[in-house]
């Protein structure tokens, strides 16, 4: 049976690896890339940055709904309009139903 060139299997990638791990173990150190696996520390930390980026995202979506809503009854604010004296303004210019 003739095997097609362009046609990836498991077969010719295990046979890539060996070869590239040959290469490796001959000498060739640009066969493979070295990688260094952060400490369970390290991804404590990244995973904390990540969730409080995401959090971020998350209130910067809802920001901006809350804008485009406000937009829509001709109230057009900036910031973090939600909070203090912005809000007591906008409560008292949106209708009930948008404050809720």
């Known amino acids: 049976m003739i095997e097609a060139r362009g046609l990836k299997n ?7 690896l060996c070869q590239r791990l040959d290469r ?3 000498g060739n150190k640009k066969a493979f890339s ?6 369970e ?17 998350e209130r910067q979506r809802l920001a901006a709904m809350g804008r485009s ?8 604010v900036t ?18 139903w948008v404050v809720e």
């Open 69 to 76: 809503l406000l937009a829509m009854h001709n109230i057009h």
């Open 10 to 16: 498991d077969r010719l990638d295990a046979l890539a």
């Open 79 to 96: 910031g973090r309009w939600w909070k203090g004296k912005a809000w007591v303004r906008i409560k008292a210019q949106a209708p009930g």
């Open 24 to 26: 490796y173990v001959r």
């Open 41 to 57: 520390e390290e991804e404590r930390e990244r995973a904390m940055s990540r969730q409080r980026q995401q959090l971020v995202r």
């Open 34 to 39: 070295i990688v260094r696996v952060p400490s």
